[in-house]
């Protein structure tokens, strides 16, 4: 499969939400219960780190950083979002996603990264575990999903070795 990684466009948002809402409904990716508009969304999320794998017109999938804190101590730290297609799964384009987004991530003076992940997704788990993250914590029942289910989280982090900390 070829793609490249290229920045994410307010005109990938239809692709994009068609993959966050296939995410959304595994019940396991996110504790969202639905996709928000573009505009919410673009304000919520850090604009030099949305990354897009692009191949030709098609969005296979895609991450970025949302601000952990508005505080300015915290200004290098970011949420991770990642989310592939359903049809690209299991075939490395998670894994160059969040490798590009580390990249970037540093570029624009991100020092930590980190993630909430539910005990169940196993394979999020394993991605950022391969991509140095490494597990610091977890949240017990932290998050109850519209069918009543609790979910455990698991926190993780990877930190920077470019930005000096």
């Known amino acids: 499969m070829s793609y490249?990684?290229?920045?994410?466009k307010a005109s990938d948002w239809e692709q994009v939400k068609k993959i966050y809402l296939d995410g959304i409904k595994t019940g396991l990716a996110t504790f969202q219960d639905a996709a928000p508009e573009w505009d919410e969304w673009d304000q919520s999320h850090v604009k030099a780190c949305r990354i897009v794998a692009r191949s030709e017109d098609s969005i296979l999938g895609w991450a970025a950083l949302s601000p952990t804190s508005s505080r300015c101590c915290y200004k290098g730290i970011g949420e991770v979002s990642i989310y592939i297609s359903n049809v690209c799964?299991?075939?490395?384009v998670g894994t160059a996603l969040l490798k590009h987004l580390i990249r970037e991530s540093e570029d624009n003076g991100f020092w930590t990264l980190?993630?909430?992940?539910?005990?169940e997704?196993?394979?999020?788990?394993a991605l950022h575990a391969k991509c140095g993250f490494r597990e610091i914590g977890f949240r017990e029942k932290i998050a109850q999903m519209p069918d009543g289910t609790w979910h455990d989280v698991i926190l993780v982090e990877r930190r920077s070795h470019v930005v000096g900390i």
Request: hydrophobic share 30%; glycine share 10%.
């Open 4 to 8: 490249q990684m290229d920045f994410m």
């Open 89 to 92: 799964k299991g075939q490395g």
């Open 114 to 119: 980190q993630s909430a992940i539910t005990r």
């Open 121 to 125: 997704n196993k394979t999020s788990l």
